[in-house]
C-alpha cells in the first residue's frame, strides 16, 4: 500500500507542533521573552522534522478507494475464496478504535465536520451461497498496518438478526474495559450461541471531544441493510 492514508494523518499530527510555535509567540510577548523564543524555536524545529506532502480530501478518497481493493482481494484469499464464488459484491462495516491499542496511539482528524480516525475495526463481508464469510482487521492507518485480524464463516441459517441501533456498550480492550452509554453498534446475531459480531460505528461522547463533528456511517448502514435483505430472502 502507498502512504497517501499515513500521511493525511501525519499533518494533522503537525498541527500539535504549530500550537507549540504559538504558545512559545505568546510567551515571547506576556511573559519572559527568551523563553518564549525558545519554546518557538523548539516547535519551529519539530514542525521541521515532521513536514509532511499535504493529503487532498480528493486524494484521501481515492486512497481509500484503494485500500479497500486490497483489502478484498486480502480477504478473498483468507478466506480461501475467489470472484466466482461470490452472489454479492464485498460490503464493509467500519467503526473506530476510540482507545489505544498495544501501544499503537488512536488518532482523530477533523475536516469539514467529518472525523476520520486512523485506527479502524473493519469488517468484510464476502457472501457466497448458503454461506457468509467475514473478515475482521484492526488496522492503523498511521502505520499501514494490520494489528489483528480473523476469519469467520456463518451459514445463513445460523444468523438470526443483524441489526444497527444505539445501545450501552462496554468493549474489553487489551489493558481495561471501555463503557460506551450511547453507542451507535452494527450487530450480527446468531442462534446457535456464536458470539455476537458488533462494530462500534460513533458514539456522542467520541463526536462531542471534536466540537460537534461527526463520523460518517453511511456505508456501514448500508451493509446493514444488504445484509439484511441476504440474510432474510
Known amino acids: 500500500m502507498d502512504d497517501t492514508l499515513e500521511l493525511y494523518f501525519e499533518q494533522s499530527a503537525q498541527y500539535f507542533v504549530l500550537w507549540i510555535c504559538v504558545i512559545g509567540i505568546a510567551v515571547s510577548f506576556f511573559w519572559i521573552t527568551w523563553v518564549g523564543i525558545v519554546i518557538a524555536a523548539i ?3 519539530l514542525f521541521y522534522c515532521t513536514r509532511t506532502v499535504i493529503v487532498s480530501e480528493k486524494q484521501y478518497q481515492a486512497a481509500m478507494a484503494k485500500f479497500f481493493q486490497i483489502l ?3 480477504a478473498m484469499q483468507k478466506c480461501g475464496l475467489d470472484k466466482s464464488m461470490l452472489t454479492e459484491q464485498p460490503m464493509y462495516i467500519m467503526g473506530p478504535r476510540a482507545w489505544d491499542v498495544n501501544g499503537e496511539k488512536s488518532f482523530f482528524r477533523k475536516k469539514d465536520g467529518v472525523i476520520r480516525y486512523a485506527i479502524a475495526d473493519i469488517s468484510v463481508f464476502l457472501p457466497i451461497k448458503n454461506k457468509l464469510h467475514v473478515y475482521r482487521v484492526l488496522y492503523n492507518f498511521m502505520g499501514n498496518k494490520i494489528l489483528k485480524s480473523r476469519t469467520s464463516a456463518y451459514p445463513y441459517s445460523i444468523i438470526s438478526a443483524v441489526t444497527c441501533d444505539t445501545q450501552p456498550f462496554a468493549v474489553k480492550n487489551d489493558m481495561d474495559r471501555h463503557q460506551f452509554k450511547n453507542a451507535m453498534v452494527a450487530k450480527i446475531s446468531f442462534c446457535n450461541g456464536d458470539p455476537d459480531v458488533n462494530t462500534v460505528l ?15 456511517v453511511s456505508m456501514s448502514q448500508e451493509t446493514v441493510k444488504k445484509l439484511q435483505r441476504i440474510v432474510n430472502a
Open 43 to 45: 516547535g519551529l524545529f
Open 72 to 74: 478484498n482481494n486480502t
Open 202 to 216: 460513533t458514539d456522542p461522547e467520541i463526536e462531542k471531544l471534536f466540537d460537534g463533528g461527526r463520523i460518517d
